[in-house]
């Protein structure tokens, strides 16, 4: 469990380190590299505690399921400012709002959305860097 995904069923293991991390912001906040992609995941079931692989290139409705004691992992990602919500009155009709929306997607990319935003993030500041320096070096 970790402060950017509460509900996280799985850990994943970064190709990178070696080392299982619940998210990819989790990876980055940590780590001074970025995180390298692999389609061939390996994940840790946070309920069994056994740790499987997956084949991202072939993946399958039937691989939401963790194979060793059949714990559903890719399920709506709950964030922290989403549990705001679950406090309130409409809980319950936000939670199905978002549950709907979230049906539409393909689970395999719902799962990994939370990488891309993590390098969309790294890039941009990557890039503001970047330019601070090229403005800085500029000046003198
Ligand atoms: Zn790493
Ligand atoms: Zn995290
Ligand atoms: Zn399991």
Redesign the pocket.
């Known amino acids: 469990m970790c402060k950017h995904i509460l509900n996280a069923q799985v850990s994943i293991r970064a190709p990178c380190c070696k080392k299982f991390f619940d998210c990819p912001q989790c990876h980055a906040e940590t780590q001074d590299h970025n995180l390298r992609k692999t389609l061939e995941m390996v994940f840790m079931?946070?309920?069994?505690?056994?740790a499987?692989r997956k084949d991202m290139s072939e993946y399958e409705e039937a691989d939401e399921y963790?194979?060793?004691?059949?714990?559903q992992?890719v399920i709506e990602a709950k964030e922290p400012k989403a549990m705001v919500g679950v406090e309130g009155e409409d809980a319950r009709v936000d939670n199905r709002m978002l549950k709907d929306d979230r049906m539409k997607e393909d689970p395999a990319r719902s799962l990994f959305a939370s990488k891309d935003v993590s390098d969309k993030v790294d890039q941009s500041l990557y890039e503001l860097l970047r330019a601070r320096q090229a403005a800085g070096g500029g000046a003198q």
Do not use: E, I, R, V
Request: hydrophobic content about 5%.
């Open positions: 079931c946070k309920k069994c505690k056994k499987f963790c194979p060793h004691c059949d714990n992992y």
